[in-house]
């Protein structure tokens, strides 16, 4: 298998169990200690609109791995990225509680501008409070998302779909499954605190179009 299809089904059936630590860091924190009122639950609304016909001409970029992303539309500019594999019990990773103002790339898939879908991970809030995507509600189809590379190049996407869902029905062949171009998933976590964890994800789905 290539290293694109090979990350996917290793670990994407586990990832919504992975993400229960948006809320609270991989361990699950007490309820009292989460942020319940320190800022609200995030929450889009799903829309989603055709590809562009920038995104369906985009030239795919070789491997390079990411080291900055850049969302203005939700206030972050994140660097350097975190590389996130597999933990021991073969959940995917996620940013530690203390990590909770930095962006994390899957890097058992492609690098963001790679055909394929790359995956960044971050977290909304934290026990110890707001956290790098906390602003992650403003983003609106559109807008884009910005990524400097190791290599010194850029991969600049726009947001083509938000979606948010019951980490219980994550959609994952819709997150992980190939794609003809190049692609870019970013994760976060949503809804309203419950045990101490946020029960949905949100995600983006942008296309490469520079």
């Known amino acids: ?21 948006c809320g609270g860091g991989a361990t699950p924190a007490p309820a009292a200690a989460a942020p319940a009122t320190a800022s609200a639950p995030p929450a889009v609304t799903p829309t989603s609109a055709p590809a562009t016909p920038a995104a369906a001409s985009a ?17 972050v ?14 959940t995917v990773e996620v940013p530690s ?6 962006i994390g ?23 110890r409070g707001p956290a790098v995507l906390k602003d992650v509600s403003k983003v609106r189809v559109g807008d884009e998302v ?5 290599d010194g ?17 994550f959609p994952t062949d819709k997150v992980y499954g190939d794609t003809a171009r190049p692609e870019l998933r ?5 809804g309203e605190i419950t045990d101490g964890h946020r029960p949905d994800n949100i995600i983006l789905y942008a296309d490469l179009v520079g």
Request: charged content about 20%.
């Open 146 to 150: 910005t990524v400097s590379r190791k």
């Open 1 to 21: 298998m290539t290293r694109r299809t090979a990350g996917p089904l290793i670990a994407a059936a586990l990832l919504a169990a992975a993400l229960t630590g």
């Open 97 to 102: 509680v203390a990590d909770g103002d930095k």
């Open 77 to 90: 500019d994140a660097s350097p990225l975190l590389s996130l594999g597999l933990a021991a019990d073969g």
């Open 186 to 190: 970013v994760i976060t976590c949503g």
């Open 59 to 75: 030239v795919p970029k070789p491997a390079s791995v990411p080291v900055r992303v850049r969302i203005p539309a939700a206030g």
């Open 105 to 127: 790339w899957y890097d058992k898939g492609v690098t963001p501008g790679e055909t394929g879908p790359a995956v960044l991970i971050g977290h909304f809030d934290t026990a």
């Open 153 to 169: 190049s850029t991969a600049v996407f726009r947001v083509r779909e938000l979606e948010q869902v019951d980490k219980k029905r």
